[in-house]
């Protein structure tokens, strides 16, 4: 059964750093590209980033381009994302999730990830 757990978040004041982990379980994580979401109150949920399975890949949202960077730890089956100069609209809940056919060379479609994780609130004040 796979199993997402995210962690990390916090409060912080724009401008400033975090760093996002998510630790997977239950399926063979080096086999599967995992990526980032968001979703503010009242929102729909937003990609945020993406990562290919052996890491050599990555894929980011317009919003958040040249500020956050994903990476991955095969060998521990964690998933991160750097977070800098952040902003009050970075605020969310962020998720990690895992593709969902897994085995695919590069970074697979937005829309095909899922198992989400229980996510980790993010929040950035002014």
């Known amino acids: 059964q796979v199993q997402l757990v995210e962690s990390g978040g916090g409060l912080v004041q724009a401008g400033g750093s975090l760093r996002l982990s998510c630790a997977a379980s239950?399926?063979?994580?080096?086999?599967?590209?995992m990526g980032w979401f968001r979703q503010a109150p009242g929102k729909e949920r937003e990609f945020v980033a993406a990562?290919?399975?052996?890491?050599?890949?990555?894929y980011y949202g317009d919003s958040v381009k040249g500020r956050f960077t994903i990476s991955r730890d095969n060998a521990k089956n964690m998933v991160y994302l750097q977070m800098n100069s952040l902003k009050p609209e970075d605020t969310a809940v962020y998720y990690c999730?895992?593709?969902?056919?897994?085995?695919?060379?590069?970074?697979?479609?937005?829309?095909?990830?899922?198992?989400w994780g229980q996510g980790t609130q993010v929040t950035v004040s002014s």
């Open positions: 239950g399926f063979t994580f080096s086999r599967y590209a």
């Open positions: 999730a895992a593709d969902k056919r897994g085995s695919r060379i590069g970074v697979p479609p937005v829309s095909d990830f899922g198992s």
């Open positions: 990562i290919s399975l052996s890491g050599g890949s990555t």
